[in-house]
């Protein structure tokens, strides 16, 4: 195995671990939730910086369109990054953030924009919480 096909084992590993803890879960969680996004955002951001000066964004998109499968891997991110962002979006507005602006924040950035979106929206809805107490 390469060191790309590795990294992406570990990732997809460490995503089915935290999925089925996730679905383990019977209650609301107590501890600061936001950090679960805001961590996965970290390894992604720098994943992103690698590949970003590794490959330049002119050689990015004939990797994608190079195949049948690359342009189904896209279509699939690009549907999964709306209907996220589509579920979020009434939360985060509640939570007092502009739908405007994290929007484009997603269109341009993906899934970190999501996962900033997602911890910073968890984190309102906690300090809103613990307000109320």
């Known amino acids: 195995m390469s060191q790309f096909e590795l990294i992406a084992l570990a990732a997809f590993v460490a995503t089915v671990v935290a999925m089925l803890l996730i679905t383990q879960s019977k209650h609301r969680v107590a501890w600061p939730a936001w950090l679960v996004p805001a961590v996965v955002a970290i ?3 720098a994943w992103t910086g690698f590949a970003a000066s590794d490959l330049r964004l002119a050689e990015f998109l004939p990797l ?3 195949s049948g499968w690359g342009v189904q891997l896209w279509i699939d991110r690009l549907v999964s990054v709306t209907v996220a962002f589509f579920l979020l979006q009434n939360r985060a507005r509640a939570a007092g953030l502009k739908s405007e602006v ?6 341009f950035t993906g899934s970190i924009g999501l996962l900033l979106m997602l911890a910073l929206t968890l984190y ?10």
């Open 102 to 107: 994290w929007v484009i924040a997603v269109i």
């Open 43 to 45: 390894p992604l951001v």
């Open 64 to 66: 994608l369109l190079a």
């Open 124 to 133: 309102r809805e906690r300090e809103a919480a613990v307000g109320k107490r």
